[in-house]
C-alpha cells in the first residue's frame, strides 16, 4: 500500500508569493484531514473532508489559505499570498469513515519556509 | 468540548527501564482515545487506540496503554524501554459529539529514551 502521498516536501518560497500543497490519500478512504504542525501552536486541525466535502475548516487561519478537493483521490491546501509565519509542516491524513473510530494514516508531511 | 492533555513535555528513561507517557481527557460520552508515535522529518504513525471493551489495550513496537475510566487517563506504557523509541507521542481523541468527526490531538510528549 503506498499511503497517504504528499507533495512537495520540502518548499520554499518567498513573501507574498503562492504555495500549492498536493495530498493523495489512501485509495478507499473518504475523509481528509489538514493538519499544521509548529513549535509554538503544536497540530493543528485547518479542515476536514468526507466524500470529497469540507466538513469543517474552522480552522483555516484566514481568507489566504483555501483547500479543495476535486475527487476522492487529490487534495490540495493553497495559501495565497503567503507570509513568514505560515512556515510549517502541513500534514495531510486520510481514514475510512465507515469503521467507527477508524484510526488516521498520516503523509510525510511539506515543510514550508516563507522567507 | 472534547480535549487530551498531556502534562508532561518530556520523559526521560534509561533503556530497558519501564516507560509511561501520561494523557488524560475530558470527553462527554464514550471516549475514543488514539496515541501516535512521531519520528524526527516523519509523519505521525497510529500506535493504538480503545474504542471499547478490555481497559488494557496493546498496540504497535510493544507498547500499551490503559483506559482508567475514573481518573479519565489513558496513559502509554511499555514494559522495557528501547533507544529507538525516542520520539514525539501525541495522544487523541476523536470528537463525538460536535458531528464532524473531527480528531482533537494533545500537545505532545518528547520521549527520550538514554543508553
Known amino acids: 500500500d503506498a499511503g497517504v502521498i504528499q507533495s512537495p516536501r520540502h518548499e520554499v518560497t518567498e513573501m507574498g508569493q503562492e504555495v500549492t500543497l498536493r495530498c493523495k490519500p489512501i485509495?478507499?478512504?473518504?475523509?481528509l484531514f489538514w493538519y499544521r504542525q509548529t513549535m509554538m501552536r503544536g497540530l493543528e486541525l485547518l479542515i476536514y473532508f468526507n466524500n470529497n466535502v469540507p466538513i469543517d475548516d474552522s480552522g483555516m487561519p484566514e481568507d489566504r489559505f483555501s483547500a479543495k478537493m476535486p475527487n476522492a483521490s487529490f487534495s490540495t491546501l493553497k495559501i495565497q499570498p503567503s507570509e513568514p509565519r505560515d512556515s510549517a509542516v502541513y500534514f495531510c491524513a486520510s481514514s475510512l469513515r465507515r469503521v467507527r473510530a477508524g484510526e488516521l494514516f498520516f503523509g510525510e508531511g511539506s515543510r514550508l519556509t516563507v522567507l | 468540548a472534547q480535549s487530551v492533555a498531556q502534562p508532561e513535555d518530556q520523559v526521560n528513561v534509561a533503556e530497558g527501564n519501564p516507560l509511561t507517557v501520561k494523557c488524560t481527557y475530558s470527553v462527554s460520552g464514550n471516549p475514543y482515545l488514539f496515541w501516535y508515535v512521531q519520528y524526527p522529518n516523519r509523519g505521525l504513525q497510529f500506535l493504538l487506540k480503545?474504542?471499547?471493551?478490555?481497559?488494557l489495550v496493546k498496540g504497535s513496537y510493544g507498547f500499551e496503554a490503559e483506559f482508567n475510566k475514573s481518573q479519565t487517563s489513558f496513559h502509554l506504557k511499555k514494559p522495557s524501554a528501547l533507544v529507538s523509541d525516542s520520539a514525539l507521542y501525541f495522544c487523541?481523541?476523536?470528537?463525538?459529539?460536535?458531528?464532524?468527526?473531527?480528531?482533537?490531538f494533545g500537545t505532545g510528549t518528547r520521549l527520550k529514551v538514554l543508553a
Open positions: 487523541a481523541v476523536r470528537d463525538t459529539t460536535s458531528g464532524t468527526y473531527k480528531y482533537i
Open positions: 485509495s478507499g478512504h473518504n475523509s
Open positions: 480503545y474504542i471499547t471493551g478490555d481497559n
